[in-house]
């Protein structure tokens, strides 16, 4: 076999924008769309709340939003993180609701930008000798309503960049939330660029809206697509003892993660009780595709790092 170059389709492309919000080399890439499947009181809950707690420790997300009929039952869970003016019953409208917050918070984002930019010429005129004289009146009215001579504009959230949200839909399957509802679809296909921005800001075109799915089941005949599932870039998985469920799991997975790396890694991460095994399906390294209860790296020679992971520790 002859391999000859040929000078073609060899411009380079801008690939500067990714819609992720900072993460750290451990932590899964934001904004995800993460299904955790496992069956009642095996632990999904307690492990929702750990990533949670991650990431609070580095305010990956400025809200959260849930979707739930049983809050109240997880706030020991939940609560921390979750404001109540944020917590959803799961209704056929439910999920759109959560997108039109998300797209309010750009809408403010974007308010904010532009009050920037009038507090340059504010300041800039004032610094003029005798601007009282000068300042034009509907200018003043206008700065004094924005209250530019107190104080400049702040953003509402710490750190001065479009919002970055979370969604969790919990005990959602057969609700309205789930089989009524188009935003699912919506969300699944374009969780990284819900509500747009007009300037791309560090990365950023959207705001983006990560998406967390608690479920007893991974296929569910009115609920949980296969056009969802596919879309994933998390999947964790508890223990499962229906090997027909199991074996659509290996076949849907077989695509995308080794059949024999994932059913060594699924044993070993679920063989303890409360055990799980999250599949990392864009992974900052290939040697953290596997993990077991999240913290531990399931490595396997196949899977070879090429990242310089010990640089990053």
Known sequence: MKVEKIKIYDEKVDSGVDNEYPTSHYAFRQPCLQMLVGQRTSGKSYLTSKILAQAHKEKTFNRIYIITPSFNSNKAYFGKY???????????????????????????????????????????????????????????????????????????????????SLLVLDDCLGSPAILQSSGLTKIATLNRHIAPLQEDFKGRSACGLAVMILSQSYKFSQGISRVLREQ?????????????????????????????????????????????????????????????NLNEAIKFDELKCECGEKKNK
């Open 82 to 164: 979750i404001k109540e003016e944020d917590v959803f019953e799961p209704t056929k409208e439910s999920i759109q609701q959560v997108i039109e917050c998300v797209e309010r918070d750009r809408d403010e984002w974007e308010e904010f930008l532009v009050k920037k930019e009038l507090y340059k010429k504010f300041k800039n005129d004032i610094s003029k000798k005798n601007y009282l004289k000068y300042l034009d009146g509907d200018d003043m009215d206008l700065y004094e309503d924005l209250g530019f001579f107190n104080e400049p504009p702040k953003w509402k959230y710490e750190k001065e960049e479009p919002c970055k």
């Open 232 to 292: 994933l870039s998390l999947l964790t998985l508890f223990k499962n003892k229906q090997q027909k469920q199991m074996d659509a799991i290996t076949e849907e997975l077989a695509n995308v993660v080794d059949e024999k790396l994932f059913k060594q890694a699924y044993e070993f991460a679920t063989k303890d009780k409360y055990g799980n095994l999250t599949i990392d399906f864009k992974p900052k390294c290939a040697t953290l595709t596997f993990r077991k």
